[in-house]
């Protein structure tokens, strides 16, 4: 079974630039997260589908970040503009569905370095 | 806000030694997972303890959960070179999202 896929692995950018990254999840499972992980912490949540409608985005500085899912598949996260604390860690994961014990699945993650 | 809290932040022990790491949380919650992540590569689900259980054993990982003092331990016996990682907590938010709170790690090394 292929795991959760993610790109690019790496990218650096100047602040006020953009990026995106884009995350495909195990095959079947409806449920997307994204997670930002700063350098010495664990991660945080920015956003989680389920399909392709958001469950929960209390942390996602909606100001500079926007997320997608649009066919209830593949995910894109974007920043516009950038701003040098962006610098860390974007993880996607995946999951089979809602409920208390399912396990997440995460990806290799994009390392952002803005300068 | 992160709930989990670990401690230590690092350890650094000798192959073939137990490592104990501690996770200490805020609220009520239905489970608490652990997970491990290595040096530039994504989390791996390692153990899954619910609410209502105390113990659980999976190989040569042992978790406790003591949800009166809102705490979990995770001990790795006979410790190898490859444990080297981080190590989180994670708690479920217990609302309808079912979404993970994680803590902040314990970074373990283990010395060959």
């Known amino acids: 079974e292929a795991g959760v896929a993610q790109s690019p692995r790496y990218k650096i950018i100047e602040k006020r630039q953009s990026v995106a990254f884009w995350c495909n999840p195990i095959?079947?499972?409806?449920?997307l997260y994204w997670y930002q992980q700063i350098l010495g912490q664990g991660p945080k949540l920015l956003i989680q589908?389920?399909?392709?409608?958001?469950?929960?985005d209390s942390q996602l500085p909606k100001d500079r970040f926007s997320a997608e899912r649009l066919k209830g598949v593949d995910s894109t996260l974007k920043i516009q503009p950038a701003k040098l604390e962006d610098s860390a860690v974007y993880l996607c994961?995946?999951?089979?569905?809602?409920?208390?014990?399912?396990?997440?699945?995460f990806g290799p993650g994009t390392r952002l370095t803005v300068l | 806000s992160q709930q989990g809290e670990e401690d230590p932040q690092a350890l650094s022990i000798q192959e073939g030694e137990n490592a104990t790491m501690n996770c200490s949380y805020k609220?009520?919650?239905?489970?608490l997972q652990w997970y491990r992540q290595n040096s530039g590569r994504g989390l791996v689900h390692l153990i899954l303890?619910?609410?209502?259980?105390r113990e659980k054993h999976s190989g040569r990982l042992r978790v406790t959960l003591d949800t009166s003092k809102k705490s979990s331990s995770l001990l790795i016996t006979a410790s190898r070179a490859a444990d080297t990682a981080s190590y989180f907590c994670?708690?479920?938010?217990?609302?309808?999202?079912?979404?993970?709170?994680f803590g902040s790690g314990t970074r373990l090394l283990v010395r060959p």
């Open positions: 994961a995946s999951s089979s569905g809602l409920a208390e014990y399912n396990e997440q699945f």
């Open positions: 095959s079947g499972h409806a449920t």
């Open positions: 589908f389920q399909n392709n409608g958001v469950v929960d």
């Open positions: 609220t009520s919650i239905n489970n």
């Open positions: 303890i619910r609410s209502n259980e």
């Open positions: 994670a708690t479920d938010a217990r609302d309808s999202s079912y979404k993970l709170i």
